[in-house]
């Protein structure tokens, strides 16, 4: 059975916290897995979508960062911490420790009236 061994993050801004500081603004986007034979893969949550990453230096990329499981919201992390979203939704939604159930955007209900299957 696949164990979970990293979360995968990305920078979706920044914020001034109490102190005057900059922080990261951080939103999980999946995990880093690890197979019983040693081999790794990623899981990305689907309604991630790159494009809408911030890109204010124009680059080609995105640039997304593992971080340990056992890191909590907001923990003293220099820098700013994964887990500090905004009230907005995402990964700030979690309370306590990692493993606590979060809840995900879901998609709107369907229009019983399109005929359109997609």
């Known amino acids: 059975m696949a164990t979970k ?3 995968i993050a990305v920078k979706t801004g920044e914020y001034q916290d109490n102190q005057g500081q900059m ?3 951080w939103q999980n986007i999946g995990s880093l897995m690890k197979n019983d034979d040693g081999g790794e893969f990623i899981i990305l949550n689907r309604w991630f979508n790159p494009a809408g990453v911030p890109n204010p230096d124009n680059k080609d990329s995105v640039l ?3 971080f340990k499981m056992d890191r909590q ?3 003293g992390q220099q820098g ?3 887990g500090q979203q905004s ?3 995402g990964y700030g939604q979690q309370q306590g420790a990692y493993g606590q159930q979060q809840s995900q955007p879901q998609p709107p209900p369907a229009d019983p009236s399109d005929e359109i299957p997609f």
């Open 64 to 66: 997304l960062s593992c």
């Open 5 to 7: 061994i990293r979360d």
């Open 23 to 25: 922080k990261g603004r």
């Open 80 to 82: 700013g911490g994964y």
């Open 87 to 89: 009230q907005q939704g």
């Open 73 to 75: 919201s907001g923990g």
